[in-house]
């Protein structure tokens, strides 16, 4: 019984964490008093439902006990006068819609939105979305973002206090104020998106149905702005990358790199969506980051029928997605792309141009450089697959570069 509580509540926070605290939040205006008003209905939930049974609409169980929470902590801190009447209306609404039958809005969208606002620190608003929309913790923010827990953390508390004291409206910008947040969401859905590809196996409880809830977050942005070419972009890359996800691990759970996965396993139908969207935005005319990433993965897709991967048209794209968005990840992609097309040397002759201090914790930067080092027989490639399998915090991969150690001169980990 404890046990079936447990897994309830950890299925109420990944499927519905994203949504209570949206709700909450929209109409409270205290992103903070929300997460921290859930946090709460969920330790009651894993204190009550072992004893009570978990309840038939675990949603709205949780929705009730947070709005109660919110009351509570605002009494507590002897809110405002003029503030009652709206935490008193927002418990109204929770305790009408938690006890109706129907399902409660879904306002994330909205909330990712606000936290690209403008009056918000630039460096803050893709952070406060992956916390407070999407759940990730400061440290894993941190991490990505290669900043201390510390420092994200206090620059996640100023985010919330800005929404908060500044009286950010909780509202979806109007046709004119969308397109200056738009770069922001779409990062953010992006980061989610990998850091629920990242873990792959499922082990981290944390990141479980981040990728899927990416892929929805995709399409709500692209019901919101449909002919927003970025938007189709966006959306197509994820289709592409999540296609192939059944072929990424071997029959024993063993690392299977792009090159060398069985393109049986691709989904044939999400490859075709992807291309229909790619096809979509490309004729908008107005090329972004997006739509080239998509146009790589659909490439890398293209195996599926010819039986091969054209290289050159592969290092094209990225030579294009460089020159738009120069990150590490497009750079060291391009290196990749381009010591297949020419040639290993060629390619590691792009990679050692990049700043080390830029690549000193980017575990993919360490691999490629193993690999290509090892295909040339130049030395340092034993001490670069040492630093990537350092580096690499899924067992899987690890081991294949363990593996790739062991026998160097073989395909590159793309």
Known sequence: MAGDARRA????????????????????????????????????????????????????????????????????????????????????????????????PDERLKLLFVCAHPAIDAGARTPLMLQAVLGLDAARIASAFLVRPTTMGQRLSRAKAKIRDAGIGFTLPGPADLPPRLHTVLEAIYAAYGTGWDDVAGADPRRRGLAAEAIELGRLLLHLMPDEPE?????????????????????AGEYVPLTDQDTALWSRPMIAEADRLLQAAERA???????????????????????????????????????????????VGRAAAVAEAQGAQAGLALLQALPQDAVAAYQPYWALAAHLLARLGWPGADAAFVRAIGLCEDPAARAFLEHRRAAPAAALPI
């Open 285 to 331: 005319g107005r090329l972004g980051r997006f739509q080239l990433e998509a146009a790589i993965q659909s490439v890398h897709a293209r195996r599926a029928e010819t039986g091969r991967t054209d290289w050159a048209a592969v290092a094209l794209l990225y030579e294009g997605l460089v020159r738009l968005a120069p990150t590490i990840g497009g750079l």
């Open 9 to 104: 509540v950890a299925q109420a926070a990944r499927d519905s964490r994203a949504r209570l605290v949206a709700f909450l939040a929209a109409r409270s205006r205290d992103v903070a008093a929300a997460e921290d008003a859930l946090a709460d209905a969920f330790r009651a939930a894993l204190e009550t439902w072992p004893d009570d049974g978990v309840p038939a609409r675990p949603e709205a169980w949780l929705l009730t006990a947070a709005r109660r929470r919110l009351i509570d902590a605002a009494r507590r801190a002897q809110v405002q006068q003029d503030a009652v009447p709206t935490l008193r209306a927002v418990a109204e609404e929770a305790e009408e819609v938690a006890s109706s039958g129907t399902a409660f």
């Open 231 to 251: 938007g189709q972009g966006l959306l197509a890359l994820m289709l592409h990358c999540e296609a192939r996800r059944p072929a990424r691990r071997g029959p």
